[in-house]
């Protein structure tokens, strides 16, 4: 499992087929992958000040099964969300949750440009 955002798995010829998986509140219109809305913040939250967003998204994670998630999810999963690598984003605290709970590791997708020259 990996975290990305749309620009970066826009950029991608295929978008990552099937493993990408849309956290975000809403995803773009071209976006054609799949969503998984419990993860999705609720709208007021994107108001928030990062402490605030913290605290109450800690709260919906909460109230899921991390297991669960991850299997949900499934394990080759790149979820995205509309924040550039390195910013604050939902999807780094889903990760660190799932990191926690489970002991995986989930790092932010490298640059796919480098792949071919890898």
């Known amino acids: 499992m990996q975290t990305s955002n749309f620009s970066r798995i826009c950029s991608q010829q295929d978008g990552f087929g099937s493993s990408s998986v ?9 976006y054609r992958g799949r969503t ?26 909460d109230n899921l099964d991390p297991r669960q998630v991850y299997e949900d999810l499934g394990e080759n999963s790149i979820l ?4 550039a ?15 926690k709970h489970l002991g995986v590791t989930v ?4 640059d796919p440009s480098l792949f071919d020259i890898l």
């Open 85 to 99: 690598p390195g910013k604050f984003c939902h999807r780094r605290l889903v990760a660190e949750w799932l990191e």
């Open 80 to 83: 995205i969300c509309w924040e």
């Open 22 to 30: 849309s956290i975000a509140l809403r995803a773009p219109r071209w």
């Open 36 to 61: 998984y809305p419990a993860l999705a913040p609720r709208r007021e939250m994107l108001k928030m000040d990062e402490a605030t967003y913290r605290e109450e998204y800690r709260k919906i994670l």
């Open 107 to 110: 790092p932010e997708l490298r």
